[in-house]
C-alpha cells in the first residue's frame, strides 16, 4: 500500500516518476504528487484522486525539466484525502515520501511543537520530515540516522535534501523498497513493476539500510556506515507482463494467465511427469522431521488457499492443521515450539499481519516456510524455506492468479510429504500429481465459460445480498468466491458451510436472493442437494457449480454451470476460476473499477 519511486538520471524524471506511478497505482490510489528539483529548487505537485489527475496537473503546472525527484501515490492511513495530506511533505530542507505508519508520530508532534515546529498535514509522514529537518545540520545520513532512532512502526522513506540536488535518500524498516542501476540512472521503487523497464535486476534494500541514489551510482551503508554490497536478484518476466495485453482489465487478464501460472509453478516440480520434487527449492525432505503440527498463516485470499491446503494436508500426512488469520494469530498468545511447522502464504511477500506471524514463528523456533510470488520479499528472505508460486506479477488489485498458483503449491507440499513420511503410497502420490497436472488444461477449458458466466451475471448485477455455499472443500473455496465478489462488486455477501445455514442465516434467505451453491465434491454431494433444496424452498435465486455433468433436478436451480469433469480434490482450481468470473462480470455490470476497488489497495503492508 502506497506506491513510491525514486529517479536520478539521463532522462525527464517527471516522465520516469509519472510513468512509474501508474504502475504502482495499485498500491493506493486515493492522491498522488512528484517533487523534482529544477534550476536547485525542489518543486512539488500533488493531488487527489488518480495519477491521472496527477498528471493533468502537471501538464498545466511544470513545464520545466528535471533529471532527479520522487514521486507517490497515497493509500490513506492518517489524515483523510486532500491535497494537503497527499505526499511529497517538506518541512525545512527535507521532502519525503513514505510507505508505512509512523505509531509514535502523535508523540514526535508534541515534542516537534515544543520546538516551535508545526506541519500542516494531517499525517503521520510530515512529522518524520519534521523530525529528519530538525536533526538536519548538513549532513543528510547522520540526520536520517537520528530519526530513525526515533520513529516507531514500519516505513519506506525516499528523501530529498535541498542542500543535494541530484541526490535520493533512502530508508526502509517493515516497508518494501527495492532498486536497480541502469544505463539511464538509478530508481528506487516500492516494487519491481516500476523498474522493470529500465532493468530485470534489481536488489532490495535491506531493513535499517541506507541508499543514497546519485546518477552514477547507489551505495548502501547500515546504520554503522559500514558500506553493503547488496544481493543482486533478477525477475523472469519482463515489462509486457504487467501491462494489460489487449484486456480490459488487469483482473481479467490475470483470470486467464491462470493456465500458464498453474504450469509455470507445477510442472518445474514435478520430476519425471510423475512426483514431485522440492529439490531446486532447497527445501529438504526432513522438513517434517519431527513436527507434531502444521500452521498456516496469511491473510485474505491467501488465507482461503490456505482452508484448502489444510483439507488437503490434514488428509494425507496426518498431522493437525490450523489456519490463522494472521492478524489475530500473533496476539492469541499461540502454542508455537520447534515442533511447529507455520507455513505462510503471500502473493506480495509484504503482508504486514503475515510477516509478523512469521517472525513470532521464528523467535519460538518453528520451522518456516512460505508460499510467496515476489522474489526476494520479506517473507521470503525471513523464512527458513520458500516455495515461490510463479504466477507472474499480479497487478489487479482482487487476487486471482495468485491464489491458484498458491493452492497448486499446497497440494504439492501435501502430496511430496505424505509420500516421504509414508501416510500415501509411491503410486498413489503418482496417480495424485497426475491429477494435479490435469488441472492445466481443465483450467484452459473453464474459461471458456467467461462468456456464458458474463450473462448470468446480469441477474447479480441489482443485488445488494447474496450467499456462497459448499461443503468440505466447497466451503474453503465459497469463502474465496465471497471474498472475491465483495471486494470487486461491492454487493455484500457471505460464504456459509451448507449445512451451518439452518443454525441462523436461513432467515435471510428470502425470494430472489442469489445463492452461489458448489456441489463438487461426491462425498457430500447428496447432502449439498438436500441444502440447495432448503434454499430454495425459500425462492432464492440458485447459481449451482458442479463437477462433470451431473444430472440434477432442474427445477433447484435458475442456472447450472458445469465444470470440465476432474478428480473431486482437483475441482477447487476450476470452480474457482468461476467464482473469479462471477465477480468480475458482475462489477463489470455494476459498471465499478475492477482493478482498484474502493478503499483497498494490493499489498498491505501496515497492521
Ligand atoms: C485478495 O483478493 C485481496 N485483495 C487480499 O485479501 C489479499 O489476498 C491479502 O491482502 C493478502 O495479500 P498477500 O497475498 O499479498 O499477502
Known amino acids: 500500500m502506497c506506491g513510491i519511486i525514486g529517479f536520478t538520471g539521463y532522462l525527464e524524471t517527471k516522465n520516469v516518476l509519472l510513468e512509474g506511478l501508474a504502475a504502482l497505482e495499485y498500491r493506493g490510489y486515493d492522491s498522488a504528487g512528484i517533487a523534482f528539483f529544477h534550476n536547485d529548487t525542489i518543486n512539488t505537485i500533488k493531488t487527489t484522486g488518480k495519477v491521472s489527475s496527477l498528471i493533468d496537473k502537471v501538464a498545466i503546472s511544470a513545464d520545466v525539466s528535471s533529471t532527479c525527484g520522487i514521486g507517490h501515490t497515497r493509500w490513506a492511513t492518517h489524515g483523510g484525502v486532500s491535497d494537503t495530506n497527499s505526499h511529497p511533505h517538506t518541512f525545512g530542507k527535507v521532502t519525503l515520501i513514505h510507505n508505512g505508519i509512523i505509531e509514535n508520530y502523535h508523540e514526535l508532534e508534541m515534542e516537534m511543537a515544543a520546538l516551535g515546529k508545526f506541519p500542516v498535514s494531517q499525517t503521520d509522514t510530515e512529522i518524520a520530515a519534521t523530525l529528519i529537518d530538525s536533526y538536519y545540520e548538513g549532513d543528510a545520513i547522520t540526520a536520517i540516522k537520528k530519526a530513525v532512532v526515533r520513529l516507531e512502526g514500519a516505513y519506506a522513506f525516499c528523501i530529498l535534501f535541498a542542500d543535494e540536488p541530484e541526490v535520493i535518500y533512502c530508508l526502509r524498516n517493515g516497508s518494501p523498497l527495492v532498486a536497480c542501476h541502469a544505463k539511464e540512472g538509478s530508481v528506487i521503487a516500492s516494487d519491481m513493476v516500476a523498474l522493470i523497464k529500465y532493468s ?141 511447522l507455520l507455513i505462510t502464504i503471500s502473493q506480495s511477500g509484504e503482508t504486514a499481519d503475515t510477516l509478523a506471524a512469521l517472525r513470532l514463528a521464528n523467535e519460538h523456533q518453528a520451522t518456516t516456510l512460505s508460499i510467496v510470488n515476489v522474489k526476494g520479499s520479506s517473507i521470503a528472505r525471513e523464512s527458513d524455506y520458500v516455495l515461490y508460486t510463479h504466477a507472474g506479477p499480479e497487478i489487479a488489485v482482487a487476487s486471482t492468479k495468485a491464489y491458484t498458483a498458491q493452492l497448486s503449491c499446497l497440494y504439492l507440499i501435501a502430496y511430496h510429504f505424505a509420500l516421504i513420511r509414508g501416510t500415501i503410497t509411491e503410486a498413489q502420490c503418482i496417480t495424485y500429481t497426475k491429477q494435479l497436472q490435469s488441472v492445466i488444461p481443465a483450467v484452459e477449458k473453464t474459461l471458456n465459460l467467461a462468456e456464458d458466466i458474463n450473462k448470468i451475471c446480469i441477474n447479480l448485477a441489482d443485488k445488494e445480498d447474496l450467499f456462497f455455499i459448499g461443503r468440505g472443500l466447497d466451503y474453503a473455496l465459497s469463502c474465496e468466491g465471497s471474498i472475491k465478489l465483495k471486494e470487486v462488486s461491492y454487493i455484500h455477501s457471505e460464504a456459509y458451510a451448507a449445512g451451518e445455514l439452518k443454525h441462523g442465516t436461513l432467515s435471510l434467505v428470502t425470494e430472489g436472493i442469489p445463492v452461489i451453491a458448489l456441489a463438487t465434491q461426491t462425498k457430500v454431494y447428496n447432502k449439498m442437494i438436500s441444502n440447495i433444496r432448503e434454499v430454495r424452498a425459500r425462492n432464492a435465486f440458485v447459481i449451482l457449480i458442479t463437477n462433470g455433468d451431473c444430472k440434477v433436478d432442474a427445477s433447484i436451480f435458475d442456472y447450472h454451470i458445469t465444470l470440465p469433469e476432474l478428480a473431486d480434490n482437483m475441482a477447487p482450481f476450476t470452480a474457482a476460476v468461476v467464482l473469479q468470473l462471477l465477480a468480475y462480470y458482475t462489477s463489470v455490470h455494476r459498471g465499478l473499477n475492477v482493478d482498484q476497488p474502493r478503499n483497498l489497495a494490493k499489498s498491505v503492508t501496515v497492521e
Open 200 to 340: 530485470r535486476e534489481y536488489f532490495v534494500l535491506p531493513e535499517l539500510h541506507i541508499a543514497r541514489l546519485t546518477k552514477e551510482n547507489i551505495t548502501v551503508t547500515d546504520l554503522n556506515d559500514n558500506v553493503f554490497t547488496p544481493k543482486m536478484l533478477y525477475v523472469n518476466w519482463d515489462v509486457t507482463a504487467a501491462q494489460k495485453g489487449g484486456y480490459p482489465h488487469y483482473m481479467l487478464k490475470e483470470i486467464h494467465e491462470q493456465p500458464e501460472s498453474l504450469r509455470s509453478t507445477i510442472m518445474p516440480r514435478v520430476k519425471n511427469k510423475q512426483l514431485p520434487d522440492f529439490t531446486a527449492d532447497g527445501i529438504p525432505d526432513r522438513i517434517f522431521d519431527g513436527i507434531n503440527r502444521i500452521i498456516i498463516a496469511a491473510c485474505g485470499t491467501a488465507m482461503h488457499a490456505g482452508l484448502v491446503g489444510r483439507v488437503m494436508m490434514e488428509k494425507l500426512l496426518r498431522i493437525p492443521v490450523t489456519v490463522e488469520i494472521a492478524s489475530e494469530f500473533r496476539y492469541q498468545d499461540p502454542i508455537i515450539d520447534k515442533n511447529t
